[in-house]
């Protein structure tokens, strides 16, 4: 009898906790979603300083407005392709990121080559399943930096994914030779890096 009243007062008091505070934090562990990091560390938010601190390599960097870039002055390694990497700060912090690849194909035809094929396997290997994303706002992206630079009639075979906090990566062409990798902050650059006095 004794082992019954037991089993059964385990049982109450389990239920007690589950409807008491164990669950919810249970669910705020479940649900706390882990800030993205990019390569050796960097996270979004840093500064140029920072950026250049962790990635020990020889940085260029030019301003314009309130946007800035930062460029290092070698190609650096993505995956097994080497790509030319990008650093963009709104007001010094950092907010997107941008590897830019050559592709070596003869011709310029608009069919994904096996490279093109292959990052978009390693990016959903992380980042899940990929969906079709809008050129133009891969280019309204852009245009906060290099005014238009990016032709959206040449952005073409655009993927998009979205990582657990919220970071948004794309993978697109941006000319028929050139593809690119962008990854974009999630509460981008507050008002998308638009001067909005007096609106």
């Not at 994904?112 to 133009?136: F, H, I, M, N, W």
């Not at 032709?151 to 075979?157: R, Y």
């Not at 990582?163 to 990854?183: K, P, R």
Request: one cysteine or more; aromatic letters at 14%.
């Amino acid at each position: 009898m004794l082992t019954v009243f037991m089993v059964f007062f385990c049982h109450v008091i389990c239920a007690n906790a589950e409807g008491t505070g164990a669950s919810s934090i249970r669910d705020m562990v479940i649900n706390e979603k882990k800030p993205f990091s990019f390569r050796n560390g960097i996270g979004w938010g840093m500064n140029p300083q920072q950026v250049s601190v962790i990635e020990n390599i020889p940085m260029e960097q030019r301003s314009s407005t309130e946007w800035s870039v930062m460029v290092p002055t070698e190609k650096v390694q993505v995956s097994r392709f080497y790509a030319d990497l990008v650093y963009m700060f709104y007001k010094n912090a950092l907010r997107m990121i941008n590897y830019e690849f050559q592709d070596e194909r003869s011709g310029a035809s608009k069919q994904k080559s096996l490279d093109y094929q292959y990052l978009t396997g390693a990016l959903c290997s992380v980042y899940g399943e990929s969906r079709e994303a809008d050129p133009a706002v891969i280019k309204g992206w852009m245009d906060r930096i290099y005014q238009d630079y990016y032709q959206q009639e040449k952005i073409h075979d655009a993927l998009e994914w979205t990582a657990e906090d919220g970071t948004e990566i794309f993978l697109y062409y941006f000319s028929d030779v050139s593809y690119a990798i962008l990854y974009v902050c999630p509460s981008g650059s507050g008002n998308n890096g638009y001067d909005i006095n007096g609106l």
